[in-house]
Structures are given as structure tokens and as C-alpha cells.
């Protein structure tokens, strides 16, 4: 079992940066998928980004690529999402999701545990 907990979502002009950090219980964190989706008023959740088991590898929705940064850290059981460059396109509750396979994907479903969200809002 898993439980993971967000924060660091806030109010932000475009073209800032913020960083979400969302920490997670349980002794079996490192043998976790870490995903982060976002879901904005009447969308469905997507994708935003994915970190291995070990934080060596990565992946990110198109849409965020080369913006924002995933990255864990397993002694300290938490996943970060590093925003810079923000749009208000980028305005949604964001969430961190882990799954026990080691495939990164980007599904929402094939996530087994999911954080309650931190909202994030860029003025334009």
C-alpha cells in the first residue's frame, strides 16, 4: 500500500516556475512507477510526465517537454515536478499516481494509487 500526499500548487503568472513535490508512505516506494497527471475543469486526466523505479529514466506528454523536470528521490520517499516556463494552458489539479509494474506509461488507469491533487493556476 501507498499513500501519497501533494503540495507546492499555488497561483502563478506565465512564464514562472513552481515546483510540486508529493511525498509518499510506505517501505515499498522505490519498487514504484511515479506519474504525474493534471486534470483541468471539464477535461479528462492526462498524462504529464513519468520517472523509473530508479530515477534514471523519464518521460514527459509533448506538451511539457523541455518545461518541466520529474525527478525522485527514494530516501526521502518523494517525487518532484520542477515547472518552469508555465502557460496558462498548464492551469489543472495536479496529481502524483504510482504503480507497482516497472513500465512507464501513460495511462491513468494502469496507476494503482493516486494523491488527492494540488491545484495549480497560471495567469496569463
Known amino acids: 500500500q501507498v499513500q501519497l500526499v501533494e503540495s507546492g500548487g499555488g497561483l502563478m503568472q506565465a512564464g514562472g516556475s513552481l515546483r510540486l513535490s508529493c511525498a509518499a508512505s510506505?517501505?515499498?516506494?522505490?519498487?514504484?512507477?511515479l506519474g504525474w497527471f493534471r486534470q483541468a475543469p471539464g477535461k479528462e486526466r492526462e498524462f504529464v510526465a513519468a520517472?523509473?523505479?530508479?530515477?534514471?529514466?523519464?518521460y514527459y506528454a509533448d506538451s511539457v517537454k523541455g518545461r518541466f523536470t520529474i525527478s525522485r528521490d527514494n530516501a526521502k520517499n518523494t517525487v518532484y515536478l520542477q515547472m518552469n516556463s508555465l502557460k496558462p494552458e498548464d492551469t489543472a489539479v495536479y496529481y502524483c499516481a504510482a504503480r507497482a509494474s516497472p513500465l512507464m506509461v501513460a495511462t491513468p488507469r494502469s496507476y494503482d494509487y493516486w494523491g488527492q491533487g494540488t491545484q495549480v493556476t497560471v495567469s496569463s
Open positions: 510506505g517501505r515499498t516506494f522505490s519498487g514504484h512507477v
Open positions: 520517472i523509473s523505479r530508479s530515477g534514471s529514466n523519464t
